[in-house]
């Protein structure tokens, strides 16, 4: 992914995609946000060896932090040397890293159905020192984690686990676990697990359906997403489980007021990517990326307004003041397109060839202006339209 720390200052992430032969590693680019030349690259991360997205992000100290595999390394920003380096307390991949109101760094290993308790890593954001015990969820988890404040003023992280959805509180004294913990899911093999959530508009919002069959290789292996041979590791395989893909719906306030829609019915969905909340548009939209479909849904009544046959895998971004949402579809080509949607009216408005011959579920990123920066596998692009 791609992030903006001052105007003018645009930083890479990732992970060498090194499935087998030599180890994978992490690294950032601070990049020309027009030519996407690097000005300066952090040496070879270490990463455990596991191969996974991992993240990065811009800090209010003025570093660069990134998290990958089973390491997180706080970096320079001007030549992205590494400042200091911290082996985390689980040697998994870690997935997503957020930073609280007091500065201090959360992140969490990925885990799968059957595969233990998620744990989660508060540290500081100077010396990468453990803040107090990790924590350890009673459920896996393979989403990215997102934090909120209440009105109460109470800091919260919600962690998507394997069958329900969990909110604990953090404060000074540590970790707390809260009464809010709904289920989106029976253990029963009818439907995936959920990526990431949207916290928008009072209610969390997500997808299930998520752990496809190259996730599930990824992360049954150790070092995760290492082999001799690797196996096929297209998310075009059909999906493990019979459920169609669902658009769920739970408030914040109340885990028992929850609701779920099937927008497409097709059996068999998948995703590998979270649903989008529009609040100035009273929308959300949802996708299937195994079956194809993109949907945008009343917040209320959850009824489909419209649907397109696109197949988007990638996290959108929303520009609501022309009511756009920018987001890729993967054609029938081989191609992984952008397209440009206008919201009210459900249509297309334009559609750009990225280069890209391969679609994940990365995130889009917004640039200066009208913008997007789109990275994924094997490229990495940045469309402008007018």
């Known amino acids: 992914m791609v992030v903006r720390r001052d105007p003018g200052e645009w930083y890479l992430g990732g992970t060498l995609p090194a499935f087998q032969g030599p180890p994978p ?40 932090f990134s998290v990958n595999g089973s390491y997180l390394h706080r970096l320079d920003p001007d030549d992205l040397s590494v400042i200091v ?9 870690h997935n997503g890293l957020l930073v609280l109101m007091d500065g201090s760094l959360i992140t969490k290993d990925l885990r799968l159905e059957g595969q233990g308790g998620t744990t989660l890593s508060r540290l500081t954001s100077d010396s990468l020192e ?41 404060t000074g004294e540590g970790w707390k676990l809260d009464d809010w913990r709904p289920r989106y899911r029976e253990a029963d093999g009818s439907q995936g697990l959920a990526w990431d959530t949207c916290l928008s508009g009072g209610f969390c919002w997500l997808h299930d359906c998520g752990d496809i069959e190259p996730v599930r ?10 082999w001799s041979v690797p196996p096929d590791l297209s998310w075009r395989q059909p999906a493990p489980w019979r459920g169609p893909q669902r ?10 007021d929850a609701c779920e829609v099937a927008p497409f019915g097709t059996a068999g969905g998948g ?36 649907q397109l046959p696109i197949r988007p895998t990638m996290q959108p971004v929303i520009f609501p003041e022309s009511g756009e949402m920018v987001i890729n579809d993967f ?16 249509r297309i408005v334009d559609r750009v060839d990225t ?11 917004p640039g200066e202006g009208r913008s997007v920066f789109y990275c994924s596998t094997l490229t990495c692009a940045r469309v402008t339209w007018v």
């Open 25 to 64: 590693y992490g690294w950032v680019q601070r990049i020309d946000p027009e030519s996407l030349e690097p000005i300066a690259r952090s040496p070879d991360l270490p990463c455990g060896e596991h191969v996974w997205c991992g993240a990065i992000l811009a800090h209010a100290n003025g570093s660069i």
């Open 85 to 93: 380096e911290r082996r985390l307390p689980v040697d998994r991949s």
């Open 130 to 170: 453990l803040m107090g015990e990790p924590f350890v969820l009673p459920e896996g988890s393979m989403g990215r984690i997102a934090a909120d404040v209440s009105l109460a003023g109470v800091e919260s992280v919600y962690v998507p686990g394997t069958e329900h959805i969990w909110r604990i509180g953090v």
């Open 217 to 226: 290789a990824i992360h049954g292996t150790e070092p995760n997403g290492r």
């Open 247 to 256: 658009l769920i719906r739970i408030n914040l306030s109340d885990g028992k």
């Open 271 to 306: 995703i590998i990517a979270p649903p989008v909340h529009v609040p100035l548009y009273h929308m959300a939209v949802a996708w299937d990326s195994i079956n194809g479909g993109l949907s945008g849904l009343d917040e209320t009544t959850l009824r489909p307004l419209w």
């Open 331 to 346: 054609t029938d080509l081989g191609r992984d397109d952008l397209v440009v949607i206008d919201l009210a009216e459900g």
């Open 355 to 365: 280069g890209s011959k391969v679609a994940n579920g990365m995130f889009l990123s």
